[in-house]
């Protein structure tokens, strides 16, 4: 029982950064139906914001907004210098793929030299190695943090989607760009908006992995794409509700399989029942949540 | 090569809640030209999209020659001698007139796979054999002189003669047209109604959709008038002209 | 004349083997591009033709052919498998969905160390793959894509890529042709996994996996789809190119990102679209294959 509620604890810590990850891939897709395959190296880039900047002794919450709008700033460069030249162009959508994975690739690079190829860690932080114990299970501080960090996070993105005049502009155009041109939306800067976002909520997930585990390389950005677009598949594209269970369900699923199977083939089956989901109910796990896109 | 008869019985197709088709029953007689008209989204071309496999059925059958098509993929429907056209024209607009003509010839090549990556004789035959006979058809749509323009460059009228053209190549027992004349001028909806009565005359059964009643009248034998997506008269144009719920329902909007 | 070819290979025939190897795979890719299938399963198809011919020449003593073409012969069954079902789903789900396969396979390669050598993966494999072979292997594929397009089949490709619905009410069988060509482009790129394993001597999971499948797709992409030699000048280009610029890794990285960006930037239709003489409103012009009516 404690190993399940201590799988359960780091389960959802995890899970909780992959969810405001996969929301911006998800919100993107939701909008313009596109992938951007950068996503990855803006968390990349958002973890080394936010470690250079505790590097310098600042606190984190000044990590974390560094990473939120160096994350921001870079999707929004990516919707400026990628994605709006092709639409205005009249590239192929697969263009955008490539061309995003080109500027991953870019990022990459630019990180390797800027910080060298080796894996740092964030500095040592007195006040996030608090540890309780409780019935058993250990619970870090610093896990209570970014789940509480993550979930405020997804409450504004919620809040911003469903209230503002911002959001129901990124709903029309998600809805369909035509009708939101009719009702008098500025579709460009809606657009705009949206990978600014998108790319804010990858930088906030690269701070907060970097802390949870302590580790920041130029290649972390990767990893976390296939991530993303696995809890995208499972939430079903374009569905926000869908990648907050996603992202959840993937964190549980993972630290369980660690913990109870056998190793060999794990990860295997998690993409098998991906993979089958895909045939079987390519809507997502979730898409009876909210049938509506974004 | 016979012409086909179509029947459709109680057909049904409804999108989401939406009902596009509610009850549909018609038949278009071998040989003859049947119009299908009624107000805008009153289930005409959702309709043609049953029969053509394109939208799998709700409820009902529709059979060709007695066959029940109802549930076969596109290409097989296709394959059985139902050939259409597209209400948004729907052709291949940086390659040629010929070139998107061919494609209806497609499935009347007969070289396999293995003869072209062989080269073999036989490739360069059925492609010849396939070439003069989409000519002939240019010819007889009035576009033999545009045979190697890019469609993206022609006029309406022009690119809905090229979707005939592709349609007529497949040699098809059954031509389903959708709004054939819309956009046309009065000279070219005159040449196309003769057209449509030559296709008759080849032994081709012509389902029509269309919104000019002019042109109805002057070609079709028989009309079946769509509302709500409920057939809501039918007979021989004359008929159908004075019937108060046909004027009712398609003229008065028409009017308005 | 042979002594300087010699004496050229010698120098850089690594690069000349690289170039071929990566042109065959731009023709696999371009197989699926060709009919509108954004595929991702590159990776994981020569990844299952890599593992499989190793296995043939290394545990079974398999000649070196045998091997290849049974590599080619696995993957293209597992496009198969897979195949029938990924090709019923539309567009993105279709892409996720061969990414997925993928990873599955990145991950069984991982873990079933028997065959694999799990993360380690597995070092010292004969070099059988010849520059001779890959060159008369690039003819064969260039001919065969050449024959391909210039026919009618050629013809119902280019439909279907543009329109499938379309297609399919004219009576082209747009599910067994996809098929097809997913079946093909699985063989090519199992093959060219089993060569590219014969040539390095080694493989290891890390090689097979998304990137590995973009990059792949690239090829045909920065070259021109529509053009018979852009999946080639895309090859080579992007082959080439890092090996031309004598910077650090680094510095390599962040210039090829930036003239793969150019290319998609500046030539929306390939490389290859410089060639051609057409006002670039109509090769620009995009397909419409969203629904019928
Ligand atoms: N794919 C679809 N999804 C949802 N609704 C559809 C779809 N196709 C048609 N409809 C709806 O079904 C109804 C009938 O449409 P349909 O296109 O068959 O009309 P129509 O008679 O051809 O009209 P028109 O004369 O304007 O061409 C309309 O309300 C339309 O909005
Ligand atoms: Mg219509």
Known sequence: MTTFLQQVVNGLSLGSIYAVFAIGCTLIFGVLNIVNLAQGAFFMVGAYLGLEIALLGLPLPLALLVALVGGGVLGMAS???????????????????????????????????????????????????????????????????????????????????????????????????????????????????????????????????????????????????????????????????????????LGLVEVFSVAYVSSAFRDAIGFGLIFLILLVKPTGLFSGFEERRA | MAAAELELWQVAKRFQGVVAVDSVSLTAAAGKVTALIGPNGSGKTTTMNMITGLYPTDAGHIRLDGVDIARLAPHKVAALGVARTFQNIRLLASETTLDNVLLGAHRHQSASLLDVLLGLPA????????????????????????????????????????????ALATQPRLLLLDEPAAGMNFAEKRALADLVLAIRDMGITVLLIEHDIEFVARVSDHIVVLNFGREIAAGTPEEVRRMPSVIEAYLGTEDA | MMAALDGFLASYGNLVNLCLLNTLLAYGVWLALAANMFTLGTGGFMAVGAYCSVYFTMQLGAPFAVAVVAGGLLAAAVALVIGAPVLRLRGDYFMLATFAFTEVVRVIALNWDAVTGGAIGIYGIPRYTETWQLVLLVLIALYFVFALRRSYFGRSIAAIRQDDVMSEAMGVNVFGQRLSLFVASGFVSGGVGGLAAHLNFFVGPSDFGLLRSVDALAYPILGGVNALLGPMVGAIFTTLLPELLRFSSQWREILMGLLILAVVLFLPGGAMSLLRWRPRKAAARRPSTQGAE
């Open chain 2, 123 to 166: 490739v360069k035959r059925s492609e010849t054999r396939e070439k003069a006979r989409c000519e002939a058809l240019l010819d007889l749509v009035g576009i033999a002189a545009l045979r190697d323009v890019a469609v993206g460059g022609l006029s309406y009228g022009d690119r809905r003669r090229v979707e005939i053209a592709r």
């Open chain 1, 79 to 249: 919707e400026l210098l990628v994605f709006r030249v092709l639409r205005l162009r009249g590239g192929h959508k697969w263009m955008g793929l490539v061309a995003s994975l080109a500027l991953a690739r870019l990022l990459v690079g630019v990180a390797q030299e800027v910080f060298g190829t080796a894996v740092h860690g964030y500095p040592p932080n007195p006040f996030t190695a608090i540890v309780w114990e409780i019935g058993g299970v250990r619970v870090q501080l610093l896990q209570v943090i970014v789940v509480i960090t993550a979930v405020i996070l997804m409450g504004i993105l919620g809040f911003t989607l469903q209230k503002t005049s911002v959001g129901r502009a990124i709903r029309t155009v998600a809805f369909s760009e035509d009708v939101a041109r009719i009702v008098g939306v500025e579709v460009g800067r809606t657009i705009l908006i949206t990978f600014f976002i998108a790319g804010a909520l990858a930088g906030a997930a690269g701070v907060l992995l970097g802390l949870l585990f302590n580790v920041v390389s130029p290649f972390m950005g990767e990893h976390m794409l296939v991530k993303g677009l696995t809890v995208m598949i499972l939430g079903g594209l374009g569905n926000i509700p869908g990648a907050v269970a996603g992202g959840f369900l």
